[in-house]
């Protein structure tokens, strides 16, 4: 089952400043201009992981879109609607793909009940599209990867799914409560970060479909 979360103003890692820019990029050129990438949230999945139905309404400020980004193995999305009753239409999420959920849609039901294979060489060829350009040196994380990191990295990916949604929590004028819950772990995302912005991670957990 989904738990939802709750974000904090003293506890957090930078978001990588090249996330930041790119969801900034890719919501204005979906007509969404001013939209600030507050928090991350990667989903890490094997090829026996789902994700169960849940709607996204942890953000203090909903009215603006939540960005998706998939790579590695393909995933069954199920897109309901403001009802958990309401019947879902089901879609594919391929390594590359991107979605964005805004409008209405930002509150809707969703789900990820099954991880399938990528289409045959898909996987490897989105990987170094995507992900190359992403450590790339002209990347903030540019030269953090060694070639054995980066031979590691491919290999997790040739049999797992990982998702990264990237969402703007706070509407105009809205603060964060401090919260004394622990420091959260540290990871890559600290490099290149974006001081006042977060990542939170979270473990997929089995489905409740
Ligand atoms: O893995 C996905 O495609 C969906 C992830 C998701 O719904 C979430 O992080 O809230
Ligand atoms: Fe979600």
Redesign the pocket.
Known sequence: MFHSQTYSANHHTPLPADLHLLSVQITAACGFPGFSAQAG?L?Y?RHDSS?GI?V?ESELDHSRPLL?F?FGQS?I?LLGGVRREDPPTAMY?HSGDV?VMSGQSRLFY?A?PRIIPGPQGQTALAMEGCCMAFFSQDSTLGGVLSEEDWALCTRYIQSS?L?V?VRQVLGPGQRLPETPSPPQKTDASQVGGVPGQTSQW?KEEESSL
């Open positions: 949230i989903n999945y994700l849940h996204d998706s998939s995933a999305f999420m979605m969703h990820v799914r998702n949604t979270r």
